[in-house]
């Protein structure tokens, strides 16, 4: 004959469910709290310009630099 079943008292279900919780929420806080940080395109710098539009003006400038070195490049003499 099989023992009889126990069932755990709702004390002890209780204090795992607790335990459980309070694990859960301490790897849930960093979690949120990093997703509460500035991202990318929302940083300005000193001169109030992001990071995505100084990359912007990066790219523009060289795009200007190149066509310009070509245009005095093919120009006679």
Known sequence: MPPPA???????TKSSTDRLTVRT??????????????????????DGVTPAE?????D???AIDINTTTANATEPQ
Do not use: V
């Open 6 to 12: 126990t069932r755990a008292t709702p004390a002890a």
């Open 25 to 46: 929420l301490f790897l849930l806080l960093p979690l949120a709290l990093a997703a509460c940080g500035q991202s990318d395109s929302d940083a300005t710098g000193p």
């Open 54 to 58: 100084a990359r912007q003006l990066d």
């Open 60 to 62: 523009a400038a060289k």
